[in-house]
């Protein structure tokens, strides 16, 4: 209805707008810096430099590596060196063109592999290797499984770094308000990080700055606290005493935000012959370009997270996360499992070929079942992945179409699958994954209730209103949910790693107990009955069960305050999931239940030109419960084609450095033309804590489109592809060097 | 430091600004209304008239007499008949002067001798007599008491309306949100009051409207529910689906505000000869003009506030409020007790004089005590009264100046005393007084408080500020009160019969010991310490006593989110005092405790110009314990200043029923020349169940000036004034009076 209020459409008295200058450079020493041009231009009300920002460093995940304004060096093309703010966005932009930067321009690290060279220089002074994080760990015997392995094998695989893509770019408007606090409207996925973290790397007491969240039009892991936005819009606040509105447009929010973590994985497997999987080694170099951000999590996750969609005691890993030159990669929708279940997936439909097994067989075999620890401490309380596999490969008449022969034309189709899991919530943050939720009634019966945690266009403001309407008997009208403010709600986490159904749901589930409980004692008073005889009433309200006395929701509320020792109406409840913090040794049950997902796609290449195109998908969703069944719906059609985008068309090209690709005219992703009608199903497992039943949706319909399609291309044509994207170009190549070597064998 | 931000001040995206065609005619019919040009006028974005309106009548009280905009007829001069929203404050304003409107002219019942006649018509169908509202009762036998009264005596007094005067003008801002919510910021003194009355009069949901508080310049009675501002702020939003700004300027905040009531009192004491006040019998005719408002409840604390300073059992009232074709009287500080206590005061003073006894024996020997249950039921458990008139006579050496001779000069000084008490807080809106306060820590040890209440200048959020802050031994910048808001803070009634400092400074102090009990055991925890080892540290937090084991309220906070079951640190309490809902006989304990107080002043009486000057005012305020005496003496200093205007100087002058002096040039308000330095104390009776022994302040303080200066012009020059304002021309007047009395008494 165009209704919705972004951070972008803010208007505040006196607004200033700012705009970032940018280093041209990879890597360079700034040597000056010329405001006095930019600053004279009329309009213009402040030029600021990294001598005007503060000392401390900030990140988005624990390494705090990176200034708000560079300081003496930047360390990738697009990095903040001045900001300006104006009276006019034009102004800002034009006072950008009169600042002289001169740099001396340094030697660039833009691969892992110049990075991890024993000569090369630092990206960070003091990080030796150019390392930022590690992860390794070893669990059972692996190499001793992999002696007593049928099949042992090999390969490496490499994922490129994905966009997000959110139709809102980054914005930020940022005040200094009255009281000499600092107010945030951004476009976020959770205003108590943004807050913790705005709070530190500006230098202000945490309860000097409010963040109210705006209408955000996407996230999809790339509005955690990973934008640089938010600083600089706060910065220039500050700076100015003036409101501050500061939008990315689309080059500047490609330069700037965090896009996905590439990966290069180097995947060993080994199986007995019937495809129970023994043993897992997998080397994994990451790259999070030039600031750590929280791709160091991002890598956790491609470490460990599939390992426990199996019963495999085994397991082996060494991760780097590297630094380059490059601009950083970071959270994104998936959050690493993407990446390892491209090489896992493909892995097991080649090692399937090898064993002449059925990869669903592989699946189905491995499978960890319901009440299984598994092997880094994961407890397993449902899982429909059976089934999903089940349902994914029967919806496309899977053994009968993959035992039919190829043909020889020019195109060609085959059958791809692939399976995921995910998780719902991740106790890692600290020793807590709760969310609260607040609840008041009006004296009208209306429904007013608080959660801090987003919406990004997720639903996740929808599934609350759901279960408060569901467990008041109201329709949806009759609750309203306030948008998440620093202020007003109560203290919660945020909007990711899939957690706002679970923990946010069953807190809602919570305190709309607790209320209705309170309103049965109440309605016991007033109407003067047996509490056993009490209901709650359709439409709201309380009952004598089988008679018509009742009270209505407004009945009830104006008799909670209008009474001795009455009140307003409100209850507030938390919960928190019955996990744990993982040990040192990252083992630990750190997820209070998991979503599994099995996808089936078909594909048809053209062996002349290469193309890939997606003729159908079928993906088969174990969520617990469908909450929302059109919105969770979306959310998988949305998973299904964003990684399809992944796997086929997009790719974040740089040279020297640069991103030279930064519009979305040549950023190419998924449009309507390239995606196949999508089917879905759910799996509805009613998971034992979920809120109903439910467990999580949305990311796990992410996981498995790069491998599925990368399996059918094999299906098709006999080449397999373990570098996304999946371009012509690539299956062309593969389909020469596979004619070459067939030639050579035939020879 | 012009940082507070008044509705005024708001600018809101496409917000248009409105302006209001009021009735120039005190009592007519609207034949038509030619909005055409007016509509042409570019950038007119609606004009509105009765016919756009709800039909749901309004009040500010329970009277529901009042349409948003008039329909069919005009009842005073100044009533809202025709809205306009345009682009621009001076494109609306011109709007207006091209709308027609043709009245035919009715007969005016200005006064209420004139709306009492059984022949005239009444201002509202079927209000037979114009009578609005009654007040009858008697308690004791207040016939047999006078036949036994050693002193009977009679007298009419007459109370002026006064204006409140407060700097900024009503003011809203209403806007219809994203969400179909008409959202309101405005100036006021309840935020749950007027969400409820603007939802009501605008025909929608209390969950659909939101009421905002924004820093409100003063109230003194005037904002709370009579303004018709925010009904036409909200009508003129919904229509154009546009935010829309209306500020009253001054002229017309004196039409459309509800001044005072003014009252006819006729007062009958009976007296002992000892001073004794055996039975008190009164008559008021109060004037509520054209619509009831508040009016009723003011004339019932007129009726029987008073009654309750003393021990006297016996006592009459019939008290009528009465229509008449005049602007709106209502709320304002003191609530009717002014009225009243003029008449009252100036009763003893002259009762005094005839029994040849020095007045303030008469309210010593008369006087409530601590312990005492009133004539009305009213349960005294703390009095200052005798040391606040103690105290008031001494500082002015009141005997010895008392009994000194007069002299005969031109200038003439005398001295006057009144007595007075209020309530602190009323239970009279229903079964319910209370207030709640909401806590929240921080990560950083940041406390963000909410209230409902409104602060209007009255110093009721640093009253909150300093209770919690003390509670938690922080500084007062530790403490965020966040203003009021019907969507996130819990349900209050608002800021008026001066209940804010019992009821909300209780039940901060409730809520703070709440956190306190819980932030104890979650340091005994943590701290691994003996519950009776722990106290509060000095700066927030938790110590071991006697160690310097401490756990800061920043660590404790973070303590209390990051653990199994965890959530962010946060309370609600809620504090409804003892009291009860007066019954149908209004009898009964409607206010938890009371304020007493004493003033003396001096004057100086010009025998030739009439001209009375206060030389000097000495006021002892029973406020139980001053929280803030800078505060407190800022209120008793401001509401004795408001209490001179009004005796001396304030009156709205009708010319026709029109407001002839509807500015500050010619509505004359004391200003710092006509004010002498004001000597104050508190007396400091800790009362058992205040915030800290604290009572109310500020109301008090209002009560007295007017009969004290009346009181003081008799000691001085031996008239009693009984009508206000004790202008020159009534001062000579009734000097004349006497000297043709004494000349015919003489020849």
Not at 42 to 53: E, Q, S, W
Not at 196 to 222: D, M, N
């Amino acid at each position: 209805m165009g209704r919705a209020k972004y951070a972008g459409d803010l208007k505040v008295p006196g607004m200033l707008h700012g705009a970032i200058l940018r280093s041209p450079y990879a890597h360079a020493r700034i040597v000056s810096i010329d405001t006095s041009a930019a600053l004279a231009l009329p309009g213009v009300r402040a030029v600021l430099t990294g001598d005007d920002a503060p000392n401390t460093l900030w990140g988005g995940g624990p390494v705090k590596d990176r200034y708000i304004l560079a300081k003496k060096v930047v360390r990738f093309a697009g990095e903040e060196v001045v900001a300006v703010a104006a009276i006019s966005e034009d102004i800002a932009r034009d006072a950008l063109d009169l600042i002289r930067v001169e740099y001396e321009e340094l030697p660039a690290l833009l691969t892992t592999d110049e990075a991890m060279d024993p000569e090369a220089p630092t990206v960070h002074p003091g990080r030796k290797d150019n390392v930022a994080h590690e992860i390794r760990f070893h669990r059972g015997d692996v190499d001793a499984a992999f002696a007593k392995a049928d099949l042992v094998y090999e390969a490496t695989y490499t994922t490129s770094s994905q966009y997000p893509g959110y139709l809102e770019p980054m914005v930020s408007v940022a005040s200094l308000e009255a009281d000499d606090r600092l107010h945030v409207w951004t476009s976020t996925q959770t205003v108590s990080l943004a807050r913790a973290r705005i709070a530190k790397a500006l230098e202000l007491p945490i309860s000097s700055v409010r963040v109210s969240q705006q209408t955000t039009g996407g996230g999809f892991g790339g509005k955690i606290v990973e934008d640089d936005n938010q600083l600089v819009a706060g910065l220039l606040a500050l700076r100015t005493r003036r409101p501050v509105r500061l939008l990315n447009n689309r080059l500047e929010d490609f330069l700037s935000c965090c896009t996905s973590v590439p990966e290069r994985i180097t995947l060993k497997l080994g199986m007995t012959r019937e495809g129970i999987i023994v043993a897992k080694d997998v080397r994994i170099v990451a790259d999070c370009g030039a600031y750590a951000g929280l791709a160091g999590e991002v890598m956790h996750v491609s470490s460990m997270r599939s390992d426990n969609m199996f019963r495999n005691a085994n397991v082996r890993c060494d991760a780097e996360l590297v630094y380059t030159n490059t601009p950083p990669h970071g959270a994104f929708r998936g959050f690493g499992g993407s990446q390892m279940l491209f090489a896992l997936n493909s892995h097991i439909d080649s090692m399937a070929r090898e064993l002449g097994l059925d990869p669903a067989a592989i699946y189905e075999r491995n499978a960890i079942g319901a009440g299984d620890t598994t092997v880094h401490g994961w407890k397993i309380r449902s899982t429909g992945f059976k089934q999903c596999v089940a349902n994914a490969t029967a919806a496309v008449d899977w053994a009968a179409k993959r035992a039919a022969p190829r043909g020889t034309g020019v195109r060609r189709r085959g059958l791809g699958l692939a399976a995921a899991m995910h998780v719902c919530g991740n106790r890692t943050m600290g020793n807590w994954d709760g969310s609260t939720v607040a609840i008041k009634l009006n004296e009208d019966g209306g429904i007013v209730a608080q959660c801090g945690e987003c919406d990004m266009g997720q639903g996740a403001m929808t599934m609350l209103t759901q279960i408060i309407a569901n467990e008041f008997k109201v329709p949806l009208s009759q609750v309203r949910l306030m948008p998440p403010d620093t202020d007003s709600a109560p203290y919660a986490l945020g909007s990711f790693a899939s957690r706002v159904t679970m923990s946010a749901g069953n807190a809602a589930i919570k305190a709309c107990r607790s209320a209705r409980a309170k309103l049965l004692v109440l309605a016991e008073d007033l109407l003067q009955a047996d509490p056993g005889s009490l209901e709650l009433a359709d439409g709201g309200g309380v009952q004598v069960r089988g008679t018509d006395r009742r009270l209505g929701l407004d009945e009830l509320a104006r008799a909670h305050i209008w009474r001795h020792g009455g009140e307003g109406f409100q209850v507030t409840e938390t919960w928190d999931p019955p996990t744990e913090e993982p040990d040192s040794d990252l083992y630990g049950n750190c997820a209070p239940t998991h979503s599994f997902a099995a996808q089936t796609v078909e594909v048809e290449v053209d062996t002349e030109t290469g193309q890939v195109t997606v003729l159908g998908s079928y993906l088969s969703d174990d969520l617990g419960k469908a909450l929302n069944p059109t919105a969770v719906h979306g959310q998988a059609n949305g998973g299904c084609v964003q990684a399809m985008g992944w796997a086929l068309y997009e790719q974040l090209k740089l040279e020297d450095g640069r991103i030279a690709n930064g519009n979305f005219a040549d950023y190419t992703m998924a449009t309507a033309e390239s995606v196949p009608l999508l089917h879905a199903d759910f799996v509805e497992t009613n998971d034992p804590i979920g809120p109903y039943g439910a467990k999580a949706s949305s990311e796990t319909a992410i996981l498995m489109a790069a491998p599925a399609i990368a399996n059918a291309v094999y299906d098709a044509v006999g080449v397999r592809i373990r570098d996304l994207p999946i371009t012509p170009e690539r299956v062309l190549a593969a389909l020469q060097a596979k004619k070459e070597q067939q030639g050579a064998a035939n020879a």
